[in-house]
């Protein structure tokens, strides 16, 4: 039974969590493969609804492993948190997996994420300030510390005093801030991996072992496409691969393993923190789909900007994922505009592009050029069928599939599980 890998394709927020929640009645792992806890979900448990960051959402459900892969950053505190606030409303927290080989966030990634973004001043990246840059950048410098050095009191404290020399001495004569303690840090740390201990796993092996025996796997990216490192709007992205060859590197898995890549596209774009956004729409129409939409970060809280679709951006996505369909969301928001905008093409310098810009000039500078159809103003919330969609907003639909060159298989038109069809 092959994998299945779901990807953002946008800047992130695009409702990857509810298409995670969809399809993890047909799974047995769900895992995150990248990422910390600059993520964010929502998800409705027992009749509270809850903020998991770190945890993948298949904790909710009874016969599903969660597994924190080993391209992921982990914040232990962080992680202790959810998992005590899951258990506080009777969610068993057994199962989970976290890899041995994952990164851990130290306190001095969070403060230096948060004083280098302040050194930046108006050229700043507005990061999510868990950490997440500065703790990949010391596991590529090979000076990170990582899970399973938590069970090892001798070598994690030999590892911290080595960078924390070096990373006091930036704090203090660089940045100005006190020099964190070492003996803190241990105690704290060691605490951490006590109770963490007994999910600590080799979570690739254990994944390889699921697939030989048909289990079905999930690979959940966190962020999106045009926050990657490498393929995104550089240096306005994260510090990891949220694309499909991530999760294949992340998980410890290889590419004969999947079979189907889902990219899960937002029937509008948003984006927190700064970055260009072609398609960035400032004015009333923009305003509807921020309030519509309640678009707020659900790590910082902070507005998200919104813009018309953008047929550009999926289909790079399409390229650089390999996707094999797409799950639309949000459809429901964009009841009531008079007119639905798609950018079909950007224009620089009178040379039009179809395919995203090479240079980062372009995409900063370009105009969009829009393809305009007909809206709807009927009421999307109580849709149930494909078939039932207004004539409009199948045309919409079908139209993002054409450019984007995947077919849409899921459309969703309300926050609930049963307001999803399939096409
Ligand atoms: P960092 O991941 O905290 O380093 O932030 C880098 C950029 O990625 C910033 O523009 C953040 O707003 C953005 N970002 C990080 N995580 C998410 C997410 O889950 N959704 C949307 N944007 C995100």
Redesign the pocket.
């Known amino acids: 039974m092959p994998a299945t890998i779901l990807v953002g394709t946008q800047?992130?927020?695009e409702g990857k969590g509810k298409a995670t929640d969809l399809l993890a009645d047909h799974m047995d792992y769900v895992v995150r493969y990248q990422?910390g806890n600059?993520?964010?979900h929502t998800v409705r448990a027992g009749g509270h609804t809850l903020k998991l960051h770190l945890i993948p959402s298949g904790i909710l459900y009874e016969g599903i492993t969660s597994v924190i892969a080993d391209g992921v950053v982990v914040d232990p505190g962080v992680l202790l948190e959810e998992m005590d606030e899951l258990a506080t409303r009777g969610i068993d927290t057994s199962r989970l997996l976290v890899s041995s080989n994952a990164h851990l966030i130290m306190p001095y990634h969070l403060e230096l994420?948060r004083v280098t973004e302040r050194y930046l001043g108006k050229l700043q990246?507005?990061?999510?300030?868990?950490g997440?840059?500065p703790a990949y950048a010391d596991k590529a410098a090979r000076i990170g510390l990582r899970i399973q050095d938590l069970t090892d009191e001798k070598i994690f404290r030999q590892k911290l005093e080595v960078v924390l020399k070096e990373k006091n001495a930036i704090l203090s004569r660089v940045y100005n801030r006190l020099p964190l303690d070492a003996d803190e840090i241990v105690k704290d740390y060691m605490g951490y991996g006590e109770r963490l201990a007994p999910h600590i796993a080799d979570t690739s092996s254990v994944l390889y072992g699921a697939l030989r025996q048909g289990k079905r796997v999930l690979l959940e990216g966190?962020?999106?496409t045009l926050?990657d490192l490498d393929h995104g709007t550089y240096p306005?992205?994260?510090?990891s691969n949220p694309v499909a060859g991530g999760a294949l590197v992340g998980a410890g898995l290889g590419p004969k393993e999947v079979a189907r890549v889902i990219g899960v596209t937002k029937a509008y774009v948003t984006r927190?923190?700064?970055?260009p956004f072609p398609t960035e729409e400032t004015g009333a129409a923009g305003e509807r789909m921020q309030e519509r939409g309640q678009e707020f970060?659900?790590?910082?809280g902070r507005r998200r900007r919104c813009g018309w679709f953008d047929a550009v951006l999926v289909r790079y996505a399409a390229r650089v994922n390999g996707l094999t369909e797409l799950f639309l969301t949000k459809l429901d928001v964009l009841t009531g505009l008079d007119r639905m905008r798609i950018c079909v093409a950007y224009r620089y310098e009178g040379r039009l592009y179809e395919d995203f810009p090479p240079h980062q000039t372009i995409v900063h500078k370009a105009e969009p050029v829009y393809e305009d159809l007909e809206g709807w103003t009927e009421d999307l919330e109580a849709v149930r069928g494909y078939g039932d969609l207004p004539p409009a907003a199948r045309k919409y639909v079908e139209r993002i599939a054409d450019l984007g060159g995947v077919p849409v298989r899921h459309v969703s038109v309300g926050p609930h599980r049963d307001q999803t069809v399939e096409t």
């Open positions: 800047w992130g927020d990422g600059n993520a964010g994420d990246l507005g990061t999510t300030k868990r997440i840059g966190a962020q999106g926050l306005f992205v994260t510090s927190v923190g700064a970055g970060g659900t790590t910082t």
